[in-house]
């Protein structure tokens, strides 16, 4: 299971629809995460730039997409960005094997 950063920013028509009728935006959320063996964390909304965030966990790559897919064709959102997230170990583990992995790449040719 990989973890991963949901940010989005709702349309106007919905946030309308918000305002007018009230609901459960993070029971809805989780309908859209769940059926693709996902588990929703944490979900907030936002200030700023993004109406939201959540902290998702799911089982591979592959079903991040397809949560994301549901929720991007449900007319709900202007935009939807996933990011990867790595636990601390599994980045020290990636710091590790690039310091270890033989390789010819430079950031200048020479």
Same mark, same amino acid.
């Given at each position: 299971?990989?973890?991963?950063?949901?940010?989005?920013?709702?349309?106007d028509?919905q +946030?309308k629809r918000?305002?007018? /009728?009230?609901?459960?935006r993070?029971?809805? $959320?989780? /309908? $859209?995460?769940?059926?693709? %063996? %996902?588990?929703?964390?944490s979900?907030?909304?936002?200030?700023?730039?993004? &109406? @939201?965030?959540?902290? +998702?966990?799911?089982?591979d790559n592959?079903?991040a997409? $397809?949560?994301?897919m549901?929720?991007?064709? $449900? &007319?709900v +959102?202007?935009?939807?960005s996933?990011?990867?997230?790595?636990?601390?170990?599994?980045?020290e583990q990636?710091?590790?094997?690039? @310091? #270890? #992995?033989?390789?010819s790449?430079?950031?200048?040719?020479?």
């Amino acid at each position: 299971m990989g973890y991963y950063l949901l940010q989005w920013k709702y349309k106007d028509a919905q +946030v309308k629809r918000m305002i007018s /009728k009230p609901h459960n935006r993070q029971a809805m $959320a989780a /309908k $859209a995460i769940e059926p693709f %063996g %996902g588990k929703l964390h944490s979900f907030f909304f936002a200030f700023g730039p993004v &109406d @939201g965030v959540a902290i +998702v966990e799911y089982p591979d790559n592959e079903s991040a997409a $397809a949560g994301a897919m549901l929720i991007a064709g $449900a &007319d709900v +959102v202007e935009s939807l960005s996933t990011t990867v997230l790595l636990t601390s170990a599994e980045a020290e583990q990636a710091m590790r094997r690039a @310091g #270890t #992995t033989r390789h010819s790449y430079s950031a200048m040719p020479e």
